[in-house]
Each structure stands twice: as structure tokens, then as C-alpha cells.
Nanobody
Framework: VQLQASGGGLVQAGDSLRLSCAAS???????????MGWFRQAPGKEREFVAA????????GYADPVKGRFTVSRDNAKNTVYLQMNSLKPEDTAVYYC?????????????????WGQGTLVTVSS
């Protein structure tokens, strides 16, 4: 399974971005049945959980810093997961990674995820 994250860029504080994560490869059906997560890693910091969604799309979770600003969603017919990011702040600057979990559920721990995308850079200027 290959995960391709896209949609990053340079924006100003208060702007919005939507990240996409498209799955492809021999076992893409797997990701339609798996939970999907978004993580981010800022320069000099460890990778951290951002948001996640189960395979049905009826259960989501968010890290406290992004609650109320970010929304995770998915379109299983398109094998794609999205992260809508509103009211962006400079502290949201990071490389954002999408990942497919090992089960149909989502988790906050990176160890719960079996497949990772290459990351897309989001830079928020003040």
C-alpha cells in the first residue's frame, strides 16, 4: 500500500488548507477497511498525533491543539482521507503525514499504524 499526501503549502496565520491522502497499490482495499490517521512533525520535535478516523467514518479523534479547527474525513470510494485545517497558526507548521492503521479503528499512538505516506509540508507564517 502506498499513501500519497498532498495539499501542503505556505499560508498565513488564519488561512485554511485541505490535505489529502490517497491510497494506491495492490492492497488498496485494505485502507478502505482501516482506520486512518494524520500525524505531524515540526522541526526539532517528535512526531505527534493530529487526527484520525475509523473506517466507517463515524468515529474521529483529535489532538487538543487542533480541536475545533481541524476536521478529518474520508471517501472510501476514492480511497482518500482528508484533513481540513482552518484558522491555521504558526505552531501548526510541520510536515504532515497520513497513515493507515492496523485495524478498522483509529489510535493516537503511531505504533497503531502500519503504512505511512511521505509527508507534505505545511508552513504557516505569522
Amino acid at each position: 500500500v502506498q499513501l500519497q499526501a498532498s495539499g501542503g503549502g505556505l499560508v498565513q496565520a488564519g488561512d485554511s488548507l485541505r490535505l489529502s491522502c490517497a491510497a494506491s497499490g495492490r492492497y488498496i482495499r485494505t485502507t478502505s477497511n482501516n482506520g486512518m490517521g494524520w500525524f505531524r512533525q515540526a522541526p526539532g520535535k517528535e512526531r505527534e498525533f493530529v487526527a484520525a478516523i475509523n473506517w466507517r467514518g463515524d468515529s474521529t479523534g483529535y489532538a487538543d491543539p487542533v480541536k475545533g479547527r481541524f476536521t478529518v474525513s474520508r471517501d472510501n470510494a476514492k480511497n482518500t482521507v482528508y484533513l481540513q485545517m482552518n484558522s491555521l497558526k504558526p505552531e501548526d507548521t510541520a510536515v504532515y503525514y497520513c497513515a493507515a492503521s492496523r485495524t478498522s479503528a483509529w489510535g493516537r499512538n503511531s505504533g497503531a499504524y502500519a503504512y505511512w505516506g511521505q509527508g507534505t509540508l505545511v508552513t504557516v507564517s505569522s
